[in-house]
C-alpha cells in the first residue's frame, strides 16, 4: 500500500471517527442550529400539507446503482424517503416513489415497508415503483404517473441526467411543487432551470439532517464542515511556509 493509499485511509477513519464522537455528542446536549435552506423549509410545508389536504407526495431515486460512484446519492434518497413515509404513511394517500435501477427499486420498497410497520399500519408494495430501465423510459413511466396521480409535491433525489426535464416538465404541468437535486452536473444544470426549488452541490446530501432523520445524518454534516476548516487550514499552513521557502 503506496503512501497515498494510507492517507486516504487515515482521512476516512478519521472522518468516521468524527461522526461517531459528534453523534454521542448531540445526544447528550442540544444540537446546534443550522444555516436556513429555503427547499427543505418548504418540503417541510409540504409534508404537512399533504397529510392534511390528502394530497401525495412522490419521491423519484433516480437511476444510481448501489455498485456504482452513484451508491450515495441512492443512500441520501433512501433516508429521505424513510423520513417522509415515517411521517405521511398514516395518511388517506400515503407517499410513492419510482425509480430507474432493480436493486435501488427493492430497496426502496423495503424502505415503504419498514416506514408502514414502524406505524403499524399495511404497506402496499405497489407505493414503490420501477418505471423504466433505460433513462428515458425511467423518466416516460414517471411523468405518466406524476399525470394521473393527485400529486402535490415532487421531490427527485438521485442520480440524474437530462431525462429529469422531462419529469419537472411533467410536475409543472400538473402545477405540484418540485424540489430535486442529483449528483450529475448535467442533471444540476437541468434541475436549475426547472425545479422550483433546486438543491445545489452539497445541498442535496444535507437532507437527512434538515428533515431529522437521525443524529449520524446531523453529525456527518458537522463532521465535514470540521474537516473542510482542517483542509483549508493546512493549504494556508503550506503556503506561507512554501512562501518562506521553509518546504
Known sequence: MDSLNILGLIFVLLFFGLILALAIIF???????????????????????????GNRLHISLGRGQLLSPQSSIGYVGLSILMRIARST????????????????????????????????VESDPMRSRITGLTPFS?????????QEEDIGANLLIGSFGNEVAL????????????????????????L??????????????????????????????????????????????????KLFSVL
Open 27 to 53: 445526544r447528550q446536549r442540544e444540537r446546534p442550529m443550522l444555516r436556513e435552506i429555503p427547499a427543505y423549509a418548504r418540503l417541510q410545508r409540504a409534508i404537512g400539507l399533504a397529510v392534511e389536504a
Open 89 to 120: 404513511s398514516i395518511s388517506d394517500r400515503p407517499p410513492v416513489s419510482t425509480v430507474g435501477e432493480g436493486s435501488l427499486g427493492i430497496l426502496s420498497q423495503d424502505t415503504q415497508g419498514e416506514a408502514a410497520k414502524y406505524l403499524g
Open 138 to 146: 425511467y423518466a416516460a413511466g414517471t411523468l405518466s404517473f406524476i
Open 167 to 190: 419529469i419537472a416538465d411533467a410536475a409543472e404541468r400538473t402545477e405540484s411543487m418540485t424540489l430535486g437535486g442529483t449528483d450529475n452536473l448535467t442533471g444540476q444544470a437541468v
Open 192 to 241: 436549475f432551470a426547472t425545479a422550483q426549488e433546486p438543491l445545489i452541490g452539497e445541498e442535496t446530501y444535507a437532507g437527512g439532517a434538515y428533515l431529522d432523520a437521525g443524529d449520524m445524518h446531523y453529525a456527518s454534516l458537522h463532521a465535514q464542515d470540521i474537516l473542510r476548516w482542517i483542509i483549508i487550514g493546512l493549504i494556508l499552513i503550506g503556503a506561507i511556509l
